[in-house]
């Protein structure tokens, strides 16, 4: 996966991720940026995206810890499926 990283005044700005998502979310995000004047869509993610994560924090007590090993890549596997593929 390519990691885009952005410098400004030389400190990083942010990461480009990109994530599956409802035709119908995308659309509403679009319509909600349209008519906010000077809002971006990165911007607007970022927002939401850092609202959720203080939401789950103040659920969970705490910030969640610093991972310890690295995130699986991909799509997960369906385990029902890898199991028929075995047994077929």
Known sequence: MVQY?????GEQMGKRVTVPLR???????RDAVFYSPG???SNFVAQACAA???RRAQRNGAPYPKR???LRRGR???RDRERNAVEE
């Open 5 to 9: 990283i952005n410098f400004i005044d």
């Open 23 to 29: 035709f119908e979310t995308v659309e509403a995000v």
């Open 52 to 54: 959720e994560l203080r």
């Open 68 to 70: 310890t090993a690295p």
């Open 76 to 78: 997960p596997i369906n």
């Open 39 to 41: 809002e971006t869509i």
